[in-house]
């Protein structure tokens, strides 16, 4: 009897129904679902198979960009919202600039407009916001990177390596980048600020991360980078002190006293500059004594706007009143000593000949 006589028929078709193992998947791609999926959904041999190149991959990355962008919105969203905060009245007092937190600066709480702490808060916002696109985006690309199989270690290691030789090389920039931030946060000074900064000394002109410029009384403008400046001496936060020394020579102390009383007062009473003073002018008395005679010391406290048009005015009616009180002739008379007489022709002065 011949084999395909002994062969039962009715296994026949079930091993006509077997695929070849050609026309299916491999096993281990059939025991993952997408897999699966697409071999019962496509009957495709080489789609079931690179479903996971195919499908999930693309699909992880999408993902990935997707949650960068919507973590990026949120970060963004939340610095813009604390930035709008910082300029309610209702900030507490230790976030707000100097000029703010000192009660003598104004004569009413709230006189201040906060558009320098705004213009502060942006800048700073700015700055955190663009350090976040930066994190964010960075970790995305991290992430991408790893679904497409790249090897990090070594990435992250160089990355490593150039950041510290550009951290040894760009030091001063560094340091430059840091201390602007730090000086913009504590809010050191601002734009239109009259600062004392060392060498340079005069008003502020543009405030950045890395380089500070000022105009000097010259109009000279210095651009000083922010890693330099050791001291900041800031003419223009919460109140200033104007002091005018005045000699009376050898007059009564206790009349020009008065004199000077006077007209400092009418400085107080002035329309135009009682806004600017913070307290009265006050005559404290003899400062110091020259060989001209006794010095006239008088102080007054203004708001940093106010100080040099307070100063000028205090100074030339104190002047005035000094003028117009016949002080400054007796200064004048105190001032002329006697000329020496000239020895005649011939003569040699003292002694004799010899």
């Not at 697409?38 to 499908?55: C, K, P, Q, R």
């Not at 900030?91 to 213009?119: D, H, N, S």
């Not at 809010?187 to 105009?215: F, I, K, N």
Request: aromatic share 6%; glycine share 10%; hydrophobic share 50%.
């Amino acid at each position: 009897m011949r084999y395909e006589d002994r062969v039962d028929a009715s296994i026949v078709p079930i091993v006509s129904a077997v695929p070849a193992p050609d026309d299916a998947p491999s096993p281990e791609c059939l025991g993952e679902t997408v897999c699966k999926w697409a071999w019962d959904v496509t009957g495709s041999v080489w789609f079931a198979e690179g479903s996971y190149w195919i499908l999930v991959k693309p699909l992880r990355i999408v993902l990935i960009l997707l949650l960068a962008v919507l973590a990026r919105w949120l970060v963004r969203r939340t610095i813009k919202r604390l930035v709008r905060s910082t300029s309610d009245a209702g900030v507490p007092t230790m976030l707000r600039p100097l000029r703010e937190r000192i009660p003598t600066a104004a004569t009413e709480p709230g006189e201040f407009v906060p558009e320098r702490r705004r213009q502060r808060a942006e800048a700073i916002g700015s700055v955190l916001s663009s350090f976040a696109t930066a994190f964010i985006f960075g970790i995305a690309l991290l992430m991408v990177l790893k679904e497409f199989s790249f090897d990090l270690a070594p990435l992250l290691a160089s990355a490593g390596i150039a950041g510290v030789a550009l951290g040894f090389g760009a030091q001063s920039l560094v340091k430059d980048l840091i201390a602007g931030l730090f000086m913009l946060i504590e809010d050191q000074y601002g734009v239109g600020d009259t600062v004392d900064l060392g060498e340079a000394t005069g008003v502020v002109e543009s405030v950045g991360l890395r380089v500070t410029t000022v105009r000097d009384g010259r109009g000279v403008l210095w651009y000083i980078r922010n890693g330099e400046i050791i001291r900041v001496g800031n003419k223009s936060q919460g109140w200033a002190l104007v002091v005018v020394d005045l000699p009376i020579g050898f007059a009564s102390t206790e009349e020009a006293t008065a004199v000077l009383r006077t007209a400092a007062a009418s400085v107080a009473l002035d329309p135009g500059l009682a806004p600017e003073i913070v307290e009265a002018p006050e005559v404290l008395g003899v400062e110091q004594m020259t060989m001209d005679g006794a010095v006239i010391r008088t102080v007054v406290k203004t708001t940093a706007d106010g100080q040099f048009a307070v100063g000028r005015e205090l100074r030339r009616r104190l002047a005035e009143a000094l003028e117009n009180s016949g002080i400054t002739a007796k200064i004048a008379a105190a001032r002329l000593f006697p000329v020496l007489p000239t020895p005649p022709a011939g003569e040699t002065g003292t002694g004799g000949a010899t």
